[in-house]
């Protein structure tokens, strides 16, 4: 299918590694030109290398997007990469190790909250005025199953629902301009240097227990799974899709 995106100006922050990795390697596959982001250039010049083999055209961005100075940063290097921004997603996430409502301090309920939510917020206030020049545009949010349902940490559930909520709230408010907003929900990932192979290592049996219960196809996901419906979201195949959160989880998530 041809998704119509050739051409098009990207940007995937988190993408040295894991989903956001995958989505940059997704669009950039489908024609996108990408900016790549991260807080550390290493990574981001190694995934660049690779996809401009291709012959993507592709740009680096050295960001941290959990501060307000850093999201914007990120997105005015994006647009000056490639003179304009057409999709933006919002991938930077993850827990920290924080836990129950009252056993999180104060500080980790704040970095949960900016890494999670308040870097999608700055991202998109950045990008959404030269979306509105531009006649249109595409966000797509990284939110989690765990922003539907229970899960062990509460500031990370608490703003992945929030991200969900802004989805829809975004999306209506933008929809005059014709900028789409979605969300995805992925299940458990597993990727090399991802939170589940850490646990593998740590506790392979208890690892093992997880997706022979939680799991109806008793794997995990990749992150090219995720990536794929990503950039269905992105494209114009998706032109009458906005304000949707798309679970990505292979049955894993109970909400309906």
């Given amino acids: 299918m041809e998704l119509g995106i050739t051409g098009k100006t ?7 590694r894991g989903i956001g990795k995958a989505i940059a390697m997704a669009l950039s596959r489908e024609g996108a030109r990408v900016s790549v982001c991260a807080r550390h250039l290493e990574p981001l010049e190694a995934l660049a290398k690779e996809l401009r083999s291709e012959g993507a ?15 914007y940063s990120a997105v005015d290097s994006a647009i000056r990469a490639f ?13 920290g190790g924080a836990g129950a409502f009252d056993a999180a301090s104060t500080q980790q309920w704040n970095d949960v909250l900016q890494r999670n939510l308040m870097s999608a917020v700055w ?23 765990f922003g539907r349902e229970y899960a062990t940490s509460a500031p990370y559930s608490a703003a992945k629902a929030g991200l969900i909520a802004l989805t829809k709230e975004m999306a209506i408010d933008l929809a005059s301009h014709r900028i789409r907003v979605n969300a995805v929900a992925p299940g458990s990932i597993f990727f090399p240097g ?24 008793g794997r995990f996901g990749t992150p090219e799974e995720v990536a794929d419906v990503v950039a269905f979201l ?3 195949r998706a032109k009458w899709v906005t304000g949707s959160t798309v679970p990505v989880d292979g049955g894993q998530g109970r909400a309906y």
């Fill in 83 to 95: 003179g304009s921004l057409d999709i933006l997603v919002n991938n930077v996430g993850g827990s």
């Fill in 57 to 71: 055209q592709v740009a680096t961005v050295v960001a941290d997007v959990a501060t307000q100075e850093g999201a």
């Fill in 123 to 145: 991202c998109s206030q950045r990008a959404v005025p030269v979306m509105r020049q531009l006649g249109g545009g595409s966000i797509v949010h990284i939110s989690s199953i």
């Fill in 234 to 236: 992105c494209s114009e």
């Fill in 10 to 16: 990207a940007l995937v922050t988190g993408s040295s």
């Fill in 194 to 217: 991802g939170s589940w192979d850490r646990r593998q290592q740590h506790d392979p049996e208890a690892v093992a227990k997880v997706v022979r219960e939680q799991i109806p196809w």
